[in-house]
């Protein structure tokens, strides 16, 4: 399921209107990215949560030439899913 495919159902299933279900998808994004990016751990009970793990920067070799190469640190976003979410999709 893509974003588009999550507004169709959104709209389908609370019979709202595509644009405010645009805007209600749009604005639950925004606010989690907005989170990520302050720092902040989201948790969505039942479901999962996110956080931004930090990775140092490290000396590295590209496997097709051999050259070493220096990889700079970096922030990724990190799910993990949450209990019942795994429960349901092994059921």
Do not use: Q
Request: charged letters at 35%; zero cysteines; glycine letters at 8%.
């Amino acid at each position: 399921m893509n974003k588009s495919e999550l507004i169709k159902a959104l709209s389908e299933e609370k019979k709202l209107h595509v644009d405010d279900a645009t805007r209600v998808v749009s604005a639950f994004f925004d606010s989690i990215k907005d989170a990520l990016v302050a720092g902040d751990r989201v948790e969505i009970r039942g479901f999962g949560s996110f956080k931004v793990k930090d990775y140092e920067g490290y000396t590295g070799r590209n496997p097709k030439t051999g050259t070493v190469v220096e990889v700079h640190p970096k922030r990724l976003p990190f799910f993990r899913p949450g209990k019942e979410l795994k429960e349901f999709i092994n059921d």
